[in-house]
């Protein structure tokens, strides 16, 4: 008797425990590592290759183009595509391509304008590049007054690409943390960003890119997140600057200590420094130094997954600079 009233305890404890985890996470068919591709320009150089290779990392997001607000006055499009990517065919090999198209909360609105054209683009870009894809996927910071518009879109979007590419074409969206609290989008799933959690333009705000705290915020509306998800880690650093009155001025997005002259930089405490008059400045300014430690990336995954289960992940970005910043037993670490 008292065997079977232990077994049956442990039983109750592995279904309590089971039921902390999203029931979606298992509707998702894994795919393998990947990573994203953000820049105008796809080419991989022999370094590229040899960490998609050493992480066994078959498919990459292409970030194709955005869609913005028009800014020529001599078109009467609402909206048109900026900051399209040029591929190198040679890069492609057998790589996994999805597209991605980011667009902007303001364009989002005008949807109706572009969504026919939008389809036709990225069909146009494939057949010129030789690149067979079975999906896209659209990026947008949609909040609760844009959300009727991203959702409508998407149910829209899809026969769109069916006409063109003369198939069914998988859509998947990208998902932020504040997200996680409404309904999501009808695709087939979602990549959850795991970063850009703060305010960068918050001169108090210690790192806006990933910090643990505000992802346990949101990590616990995973439990009942009607969506299948992978997870994007953050792998990129940049620096935040503010004048003299700690207002925000811009951000830079280069690597620390590439654009500021060293003599002129002042560490304060931990990743604030300020910069001295130069020329005919006349104020100092501060700089926000922000990059993520491999300690904080696993803690927030960990996270994450203590609510929803183990995830696909997805790296952002494929860039050398910004990589070398990890050991390979870290990057091995963020994919596990």
């Not at 005919?280 to 696993?298: C, D, M, N, P, Q």
């Amino acid at each position: 008797m008292k065997k079977c009233i232990a077994f049956c305890t442990l039983l109750l404890v592995c279904l309590v425990g089971c039921q902390q985890k999203n029931p979606n996470n298992n509707k998702l068919k894994y795919s393998g590592n990947a990573v994203y591709y953000w820049q105008t320009w796809f080419s991989l150089d022999e370094q590229n290759t040899e960490f998609l290779n050493k992480n066994d990392i078959r498919t990459i997001y292409l970030r194709f183009f955005d869609v913005d607000i028009n800014p020529t006055e001599y078109s009467s499009d609402k909206c048109a595509p900026v900051a399209t990517v040029n591929i190198s065919e040679e890069s492609l090999g057998n790589l996994n391509i999805v597209p991605v198209i980011f667009i902007t909360p303001a364009a989002i609105k005008e949807y109706e304008s572009f969504t026919d054209n939008l389809a036709h683009r990225v069909y146009a870009m494939c057949v010129k590049n030789k690149i067979s894809i079975d999906e896209v996927q659209f990026d947008c910071d949609w909040t609760e007054s844009t959300k009727n518009a991203y959702f409508q879109f998407i149910k829209e979007i899809r026969p769109a690409l069916k006409e063109y590419f003369k198939k069914d074409i998988a859509i998947s969206s990208t998902i932020r943390l504040h997200q996680l609290m409404q309904e999501p989008p009808a695709v087939d799933y979602g990549v959850l960003m795991c970063y850009n959690t703060g305010d960068f333009k918050d001169f108090k705000t210690d790192n806006s890119i990933l910090d643990v705290k505000d992802v346990e915020k949101y990590a616990k509306h995973l439990k009942k997140y009607a969506l299948p998800l992978k997870l994007a880690l953050p792998d990129f650093s940049w620096d935040v600057e503010f004048d003299g009155n700690h207002q925000f001025v811009r951000l830079n997005r280069g690597n620390y200590g590439e654009e500021y002259d060293s003599t002129h930089l002042k560490h304060l405490k931990g990743n604030m420094y300020a910069i001295s008059p130069v020329g005919e400045e006349e104020t100092t300014k501060f700089i926000r130094h922000e990059v993520v430690s491999a300690e904080t990336i696993l803690k927030s995954k960990a996270l994450v997954e203590k609510y929803y289960g183990n995830m696909p992940i997805v790296l952002y970005h494929l860039d050398n600079k910004q990589l070398s910043k990890y050991s390979d037993d870290e990057i091995k670490a963020f994919f596990d």
